[in-house]
């Protein structure tokens, strides 16, 4: 009895572990392809942080370096500059990009790894499931499973639709809900991460800085701020693409499951009636 039991939980744990990772990662890799296929964003719109300008040594970081006849710059300060012009050049080229390559492609692994090993040991838990129907303590056991897979797949599915519902009202129906979330741009953020191409544009002509750098760092400078009000108000684009895959992964699963236990739940009722009789 020890041994059966011990046996059941393995096969319990294992199969909700492996769907979790199975649910998770299909939902993940769902949203890579309904981000860009059906909500196609601009590139003003991804998500990715700007490398920071800072490059010049000077005492007060918020200061801007003023230029006068001279150079106060060192070369040290000039070297900083080319490594920040690489820098930003890999960022503009990784930026085309409209996903995390790297998160994809381990949902992709887990989605690979977790699959299998669900099934497999689903088919056996359901297997014994159905063979311990007459042992009402068995089944018992057994229904843990189904039980906890469909609470947390409800659970799931319904924060998912609130979610998606809380976007639909702060986008379209109740505008006022997003300006608090505005308010979090901070100028003086912006102003103090900017000091320093500010002063390469102001030196440019002392400090012998070519019109190709000095373009880059005005071109820097919007995708800057770009980058900080995308950090305090997420597309709606994404938080959809994000709520309905979770939506639709995790709702069948719930249903399948639930229905699966209520099925059973009748037959055993059925069973114990006709036994009465």
């Given amino acids: 009895m020890r041994t059966s039991f011990v046996y059941h939980i393995y096969f319990t744990i294992v199969t909700l572990i492996t769907l979790t ?4 990662s299909f939902g993940y890799i769902l949203f890579i392809g309904l981000d860009p296929a059906v909500f196609v964003r601009s590139a003003d ?4 942080n700007v490398p920071p300008a800072l490059f010049f040594s000077k005492t007060d970081p918020i200061t801007t370096i003023s230029c006068t006849d001279s150079c106060p710059l060192r070369d040290s300060d000039k070297l900083m500059v080319s490594e920040w012009e690489q820098n930003y050049a890999q960022w503009k080229e990784q930026s085309r990009v409209t996903y995390d390559a790297r ?6 692994s887990f989605f ?3 699959t299998p090993l669900f099934f497999l040991h689903y088919r056996i838990l359901r297997r014994e499931y159905l063979a ?3 042992n009402e303590n068995a089944t ?17 599915s319904i924060v998912f639709a609130a979610m998606f519902i809380n976007t639909v009202l702060r986008t379209w129906v109740i505008t006022d809900a997003n300006v608090q979330d505005k308010g979090y741009s901070s100028p003086i953020m912006v102003n103090t991460e900017t000091q320093d191409a500010d002063s390469l544009i102001s030196c440019a002509a002392q400090c012998g800085f070519t019109d190709e750098q000095v373009a880059l760092a005005q071109e820097w400078k919007l995708d800057y701020q770009r980058s900080i009000a995308r950090t305090t108000q997420t597309s709606w684009k994404v938080e959809f693409s994000r709520n309905i895959a979770g939506i639709v992964v995790t709702l069948p699963v719930f ?4 229905v699966f236990v209520r099925r059973e739940s009748k037959k055993s ?3 114990k009636s006709e036994d009465n009789n």
């Fill in 103 to 108: 998160s994809l492609v381990n949902a992709i």
């Fill in 269 to 271: 009722k059925e069973k």
């Fill in 255 to 258: 249903l399948y499951h639930w």
């Fill in 112 to 114: 690979i790894v977790s």
């Fill in 21 to 24: 990772m199975m649910v998770a």
């Fill in 45 to 48: 719109e991804r998500g990715y």
């Fill in 140 to 156: 018992g056991i057994f229904s843990v499973y189904f039980y906890i897979a469909s609470l947390g797949t409800l659970v799931v």
């Fill in 132 to 134: 311990s129907r007459d």
